[in-house]
């Protein structure tokens, strides 16, 4: 298992990681079995501080959490019981499918391209051709419908583009503003 814990323009002193390996490596052995690596990452924002850790786990899927409040030791305790409960029930889910995955998920490479804006509602564009800011790489994971939506969830995400294990098509799933998940699958 792998730490990465920072602080963003802040000190962080070998205490505090020591004591964030030691708690996080307690909720991480009882639910999520072999975890691959995470990122910690401490900041302040006003008078809080702000911890938001990033976990990767050996099944492709990704867990993330933030929290916030005036220590920073409170802010971690915050941001580890969110981590928890998307553990906790990540692993229920996985028991009530009766589906424990034991080969890592398949992700396919795709570009990711930042535009440029266009400078305001009223102006017009010179071109039809967008201006490329920047391009990345993107990682498309092979998953089933339900293991999409769980990810989403524990991403903290609106919404996650993935491939369909079963039909092999790329499929959207997205948080709806009534709170129930969407599920756009093109024929």
């Known amino acids: 298992m792998r730490y990465q814990i920072s602080g963003r323009q802040i000190d962080i002193g070998e205490a505090l ?3 964030v390996k030691d708690e996080l490596g307690e909720v991480l052995d009882k639910y999520a079995g072999r975890p691959t690596d995470a990122n910690i990452i401490f900041s302040r924002s006003a008078h809080e501080y702000v911890c ?3 976990v990767h786990l050996s099944t492709g899927m990704q867990a993330q959490a933030k929290g ?5 030791h409170a802010a971690f ?3 580890k019981e969110k981590l928890d409960k998307q553990l906790r029930r990540y692993k229920r889910r996985l028991k009530d499918h009766h589906k424990d995955r034991i080969d890592p998920v398949e992700v396919m490479q795709a570009p990711t391209y930042i535009l440029a804006s266009d400078g305001g509602e009223d102006s017009e564009p010179d071109t039809l ?3 490329i ?3 990345m790489e993107a990682k498309i994971p092979s998953l089933s419908v339900g293991e999409a939506v769980m990810q989403m969830e ?9 491939r369909n294990e079963t039909k092999k098509g790329l499929n ?3 948080r709806r503003a009534d709170g129930n998940v969407g599920w756009i699958d093109p024929r």
């Open 77 to 79: 305790d915050a941001c």
């Open 17 to 19: 990681q020591t004591f």
């Open 133 to 135: 800011v920047a391009e």
């Open 68 to 72: 916030h409040a005036t220590d920073i």
């Open 172 to 174: 959207v799933v997205y």
């Open 52 to 54: 938001e850790a990033i």
């Open 154 to 162: 524990l991403a903290g995400a609106q919404f996650l583009l993935f």
């Open 129 to 131: 051709q967008p201006i």
